[in-house]
T-cell receptor, first 116, second 112 residues
Framework: AQKITQTQPGMFVQEKEAVTLDCTYDTSDQSYGLFWYKQPSSGEMIFLIYQGSYDEQNATEGRYSLNFQKARKSANLVISASQLGDSAMYFCAMREANFGNEKLTFGTGTRLTIIP | NAGVTQTPKFRILKIGQSMTLQCTQDMNHNYMYWYRQDPGMGLKLIYY???????DKGEVPNGYNVSRSTTEDFPLRLELAAPSQTSVYFC???????????FGPGTRLTVT
């Protein structure tokens, strides 16, 4: 089974609109973390936001928020007031740590294009 | 403060050749990671290290070796390069207390 599933290979959104990028995950661990990274066309990986499994509040960082629904095993990224510079690939990732061994799994990504 | 630096930026190898991808961080981070990203895919973890002298395998370690003799450096060695190792390689690091990883700019490797 896929550990991280991103079902939207591509999305087109009008500038200034909000956008939700979907991510579902699969783990049997109680303690884990979920990340979102942005990869512009230049290729670098940029950290956006992190949510721990025990965090009660949804994580927010500026225009980014993570809609964490533990029972549904989903960790969607919400970008408010989208900008042209938001056009990029977005990756959801999960961290699991078992007995000191760290596992990091990335999804296949969603390509977001912001239309002026 | 340069962050995470990787050399080289690009490399073409012939099948069977060997090379070392260099990674250095100047943030005194304990944790360091090597990933590969195949075209159109997410990143896959090759190896990671939780401190000098300690390394562990990730999801796709076959064909690679690592060492961590200092906090700053985490080189990745490819022995007997194969076309399946054509990929973009990213090095990353983080502090022990947080989970945010800082990535280097990547090395684009082609094996022909």
């Amino acid at each position: 089974a896929q550990k991280i599933t991103q079902t939207q290979p591509g999305m087109f959104v009008q500038e200034k609109e909000a956008v939700t990028l979907d991510c579902t995950y699969d783990t049997s661990d109680q303690s884990y973390g979920l990340f979102w990274y942005k990869q512009p066309s230049s290729g670098e990986m940029i950290f956006l936001i992190y949510q721990g499994s025990y965090d009660e509040q949804n994580a927010t960082e500026g225009r980014y928020s993570l809609n964490f629904q533990k029972a549904r095993k989903s960790a969607n990224l919400v970008i408010s007031a989208s900008q042209l510079g938001d056009s990029a690939m977005y990756f959801c990732a999960m961290r699991e740590a078992n007995f000191g061994n760290e596992k990091l799994t990335f999804g296949t990504g969603t390509r977001l294009t912001i239309i002026p | 403060n340069a962050g995470v630096t990787q050399t080289p930026k690009f490399r073409i190898l012939k099948i069977g050749q060997s090379m070392t991808l260099q990674c250095t961080q100047d943030m005194n981070h304990n944790y360091m990671y090597w990933y590969r990203q195949d075209p159109g895919m997410g990143l896959k973890l090759i190896y990671y290290s939780v401190g000098a002298g300690i390394t562990d395998k990730g999801e796709v370690p076959n064909g690679y070796n690592v060492s961590r003799s200092t906090t700053e450096d985490f080189p990745l060695r490819l022995e007997l390069a194969a076309p399946s190792q054509t990929s973009v390689y990213f090095c990353a690091s983080r502090r022990q207390a947080t989970y945010e990883q800082y990535f280097g700019p990547g090395t684009r490797l082609t094996v022909t």
